[in-house]
Nanobody, 114 residues
Framework: QVQLAESGGGSVQPGGSLTLSCASS????????MGWYRQAPGKQREVVAI???????NYADSVKGRFTISRDNAKNTVYLQMNNLKPEDTAVYYC????????WGQGTQVTVSS
């Protein structure tokens, strides 16, 4: 069993930055592919960024060059650094862990508005 706890969401003006964190407990963190997903009101949940246990990353086209996913296996934590935020980045952001089974955090709200 894996428990995930996101933190770092909040409200920011367009062009601003936020860093999300997701702390994991309950299993061997380095085995898991970790990801950040988001869901805006009225829309389906979509992938934002993924990082494998070996550190390979992939990003949605909409966030390439602005967001950076990273992980610290010693701290069982994955991060999402978000720069140059836009109103369309407003959503609930969810942390995901996958290794034969998928686990989700409770989500953290990110609001980008002037």
């Amino acid at each position: 069993q894996v428990q995930l706890a996101e933190s770092g969401g909040g409200s920011v003006q367009p062009g601003g930055s936020l860093t999300l964190s997701c702390a994991s407990s309950g299993s061997i963190f380095s085995w898991y592919t970790m990801g950040w997903y988001r869901q805006a009101p009225g829309k389906q949940r979509e992938v934002v960024a993924i990082i494998t246990g070996g550190g390979t990353t992939n990003y949605a086209d909409s966030v390439k060059g602005r967001f950076t996913i990273s992980r610290d296996n010693a701290k069982n934590t994955v991060y999402l650094q978000m720069n140059n935020l836009k109103p369309e980045d407003t959503a609930v952001y969810y942390c995901n862990a996958f290794f034969s089974k998928s686990y989700w955090g409770q989500g953290t709200q990110v609001t980008v508005s002037s």
